[in-house]
Structures are given as C-alpha cells and as structure tokens.
C-alpha cells in the first residue's frame, strides 16, 4: 500500500481522547446523581439521556447545528464571549463523538454504580465520613471496573462517529477529517485502497478495545468468583 497522510489519525485519536474525557466526568456526575435520588421525572431525565442511541446521527447533526451553528444560541454565545466557533472545527467533531457516546459511558457507570452494595457506604457515613470521600475511596474503586470497560467503548464509538461529525464540522482535509470521513470521501473519489487502508485502521482500534473490554470482564469475574 501507499503512504498517506495519518492526520485522520492523529485528528481521530485527539477528538476521541477528549470527548472521552468529558464524558467520563458527566457520566460519573448523571450515574451518580441518578443511583442516590428519586424524583418526578427521572424516567424522563433518563430518556434524554439515552436518546442519542436511538436517534440517526442525521438528527443529532441536525440538533447541534440548531444550538451551536452561527446563528444558534449557544454558537452565537461562545463567538461573543470567546471568539470561536464550532461549526466545521474539529471542537465540533469532538461535540459530536461526546454526544454519541455519553449513552455508552452512562449505562456502564450506571450498572457500576448499582451493583456496589450501599452497606459499605452506610457503614462509612456512621463513622462519619464524608459523602465525597466516600465515593472516592469506596464507590469508585468498587465500580472501577465497570466505568473502565465504559470508557473503552466511549472511546471506541467516539473514533468511529461519521454522521453528526459530518453534519456539524463538515469535511475540510487536515482539519476536520476524521477516519470515518477520510473513507467516506476516498470511497466516493474511487480510491479504494486508501478507503481500505482506513478501515483496517479503524477496524484494528475497534476489535482491539473490544477484546480488552471482554477480558477485563472475565478476569474481574473470575476475582470475584474466587472471592
């Protein structure tokens, strides 16, 4: 094969990495939130939520141009304040692979969280601990392994986001061209080899996240099996 360009690469890694990372902290504050109160509305707070996974990437391109295009409120906003927009930037990419795959982080965190046992936090809050050492040394640690496999498959679903990426940030070579847009348009140029080369490329980064998450999963079943 050719040599090419690996700025999809580079491009691709950058916007999953900190879509990630946002979404690590959202989803530890939701699952969080959602596991300790009851209130009216949850049902519905939570289908918001998870809305993205049944949606077509088509509509949440849609939605994010409506909020962060020039003339949208939040577009509008952050151009006056801060002097920058979103739309065709890889920040809008990077937008995108976060609202796609917040769901993804947000059901692992959850099931985590759930499967903790409250009687070590309760015995916790009668020594009087508090509620965020709490969490930092027992719930956490005891959900690790969940929210590790969760943020696998974030990352993984943040490399592989086309439609709404292509929506919001648009297709501009060196700037905005992720791995998926990078096949797309070598596909609809009819270079098929540098389509293919992208696909094992993204093909590898997901069988490869994919089996760590499984062998994580069996080797912390095992443990506690053995416990």
């Known amino acids: 094969m050719m040599a090419y360009d690996l700025s999809p690469l580079w491009l691709s890694l950058r916007v999953a990495v900190i879509s990630t990372l946002f979404v ?3 989803s530890l504050a939701l699952a969080r939130f959602m596991t300790r109160r009851d209130f009216f509305g949850k049902s519905f707070l939570e289908a918001l939520i998870l809305l993205p ?5 088509t509509v949440i391109g849609f939605g994010l141009i409506v909020l962060f295009g020039v003339n949208g409120p939040l577009g509008m906003l952050l151009e006056q304040w801060f002097g920058f927009r979103v739309v065709f930037t890889w920040i809008g ?3 995108a692979s976060f609202v ?8 692992s ?6 499967k903790v046992d409250p009687r070590w936090e309760n ?21 690790w392994s969940g929210i590790l496999a969760g943020l696998i498959l974030a990352f993984a679903r943040g490399i592989g986001e086309f439609g709404a990426t292509l929506m919001i940030a648009g297709y501009i070579p060196g700037v905005t061209e992720t791995i998926p847009l990078a096949i797309y348009f070598a596909y609809e140029a009819g270079d098929m080899e540098k389509a293919l080369f992208w696909v094992l490329i993204v093909s590898s980064l997901g069988v490869a996240a994919i089996t760590w998450v499984n062998y ?7 443990r506690i099996g053995r416990e």
């Open 53 to 57: 996974l049944v949606l077509p990437p």
């Open 100 to 107: 796609v795959s917040l769901p993804l982080m947000y059901q």
């Open 216 to 222: 994580w999963r069996k080797k912390t079943a095992v």
């Open 123 to 143: 015995v916790a809050r009668t020594m009087g601990v508090s509620e965020w050492r709490i969490f930092r040394t027992i719930t956490f640690p005891l959900a």
């Open 93 to 95: 990419a990077a937008i």
């Open 24 to 26: 690590f902290v959202v």
């Open 109 to 114: 965190v959850l099931a985590a969280f759930e």
